[in-house]
């Protein structure tokens, strides 16, 4: 293939700056066009998750562009969830039977950062920043932009596009308009998120556990709070639009808003006084996952990440799955880059590699959101996550929970991990239900063998 070819990114965000840096690292030449400002100089957080969980898959993606280590630095890893009652009591459950296994709290807009200076020491790479994308001509394979500062349009010519430009992709919008065979989803949950923070205390430590994700579930809805760098956390509200006996819409004065978490969230309350401030000053976010196909068209356009399959946040997997597609696609580069393959070949290789896991996590995404909000404070469903830390502790390697196959198992795809850890699934809390496994005591490792068999035997006949 020809290195020399013109590449063109749209979108600097996490996937297009970790894509542009391999690419560059495999010498093609690539441009990079960016609608934002340079979020190294600006904020420009806006409203957008400022911090974000980093887990294996991630991280295998940072060390193939050798940034891991660089990436560390900046982490807060969180070893299980902290879940906080309605009385301030909490409980906590480990992600991982296993030792050493956890996730990382990160910065969105630091790692990002990272990707762009280093993407930016080759030679081969040059990012365009405040250049607005209007529209691509997949046939002529030239892109029109607006650049923000002089207002003037202008189109780049390119031999290769990738659209990394997130959920409202220009690239996808241009595939919708110009190819009637190109077909798309976009499913939005009745739920919207709103962003608050819990500042550091005086000293400028953490005021609570800064080794879990904290959760107050409330069946409906529920508040999440991930540690910062700097000892605040940024804490999440997830909660309806316009459904619910408490929603967006309804909490729309003071009066409204207090009663709210004084009743459903009254320790965390006690950490963000400024409460209405908070809520009044962050915009509501629109929670949607999204499908299409193809991704691919005329063997020169392309796309990647949330552009190609956008998720919701409940699985901590959309940032990893952005990064895990290109791993994907280097894979395919190193399978076909050397004879004179086209990129129409390398693109179609891809998307045969790569679409059934990113449909697969985009499920399993909505399915974590009910067992965020409820199901990790149901009894029956404490009992076996109980279970699932027993056989993942005294069985490391035979048994991995479906969390554990998604979060930590880098090398399976996310359908095998979603099939297998559904079914496992299904096993397990048909014992618990049915009384046949209890943790009221401790289980010795013959009775685990003992559901390990039974829960592998009964996963076997339901992959069959």
């Known amino acids: 293939m020809n290195k020399k070819e013109n590449i063109l990114i749209i979108g600097a965000g996490l996937c297009g700056s970790l894509l542009a840096l391999r690419l560059a690292q495999r010498g093609y030449q690539v ?6 400002p340079d979020l190294r100089t600006t ?22 562009a050798g940034v891991e280590e660089k990436a560390k630095e900046i982490c807060i890893p969180m070893y299980g969830r902290l879940m906080h009652d309605r009385q301030g009591n909490t ?50 394979k030239t892109v029109a932009f607006e650049s923000y500062q002089t207002k003037k349009q202008f189109t780049i010519n390119a031999d290769v596009i990738f659209g990394t430009d997130g959920a409202g992709s220009s690239l996808r919008k241009s595939y919708e308009k110009q190819f009637s065979d190109f077909k798309v989803s976009q499913e939005f949950l009745t739920h919207g998120y709103k962003e608050l923070e819990i500042l550091a205390d005086a000293k400028g430590t953490h005021r609570i556990s800064k080794d879990h994700l904290h959760i107050w579930p409330r069946g409906d ?9 700097d000892g605040s956390f940024t804490v999440t509200l997830f909660l309806g639009h316009e459904e619910g006996e408490y929603n967006f819409k309804e909490l729309a004065s003071e009066e409204h808003i207090k009663d709210f978490f004084k009743k459903q969230f009254p320790d965390a309350l006690t950490l963000i006084p400024n409460i209405l401030e908070e809520f009044e000053n962050n915009p509501t976010g629109r929670l949607g996952t999204v499908k299409c ?18 998720v919701v946040p409940f699985y901590g997997q959309g940032m990893n799955a952005s990064f895990e597609d290109v791993v994907v696609l280097d894979r395919v580069l190193d399978q076909y880059e050397s004879d004179e393959s086209d990129w129409g070949k390398i693109f179609s290789a891809y998307q045969k590699a790569r679409k059934q896991d990113a449909d697969a996590i985009g499920y399993l995404a909505v399915e ?37 196959l998604v979060t930590f198992n880098e090398d399976i795809g996310y359908h095998e991990a979603m099939t297998k850890g559904r079914a496992q699934d299904k096993a397990l809390l048909s014992m618990v239900e049915g009384n046949e496994v209890s943790t009221s005591l401790e289980m010795s490792k013959e009775e685990l063998t003992v559901v390990l068999k039974r829960v592998q035997e009964e996963t076997g006949k339901m992959l069959k």
């Open 368 to 404: 974590n959101y009910a067992e965020m909000r409820d199901h990790v404070a149901n009894p029956v469903f404490k009992e076996k996550r109980k279970i699932e830390m027993d056989l993942e502790k005294t069985f490391p390697t035979e048994y991995f929970s479906k969390y554990s």
């Open 43 to 64: 904020d420009i957080s806006a409203g957008r998750s400022i911090n974000l969980a980093l887990s294996d898959r991630g991280l295998k993606a940072l060390r193939l």
């Open 31 to 36: 441009e990079v066009y960016e609608s934002r």
């Open 293 to 310: 196909v193809p991704w691919y068209y005329k063997g020169n356009t392309i796309l990647m990440g949330d552009a190609a399959h956008a």
């Open 91 to 140: 409980f906590a459950s480990n992600y991982s039977g296993r030792a050493g296994e956890y996730i990382n709290s990160i910065s969105r807009g630091d790692l990002n950062g990272i990707l762009l200076t280093e993407a930016e020491k080759h030679e081969n790479v040059n990012i365009h920043f405040n250049n607005k994308c209007l529209d691509v001509d997949v046939e002529r």
């Open 221 to 229: 809805y529920m508040l999440i709070a991930l540690p910062n760098m």
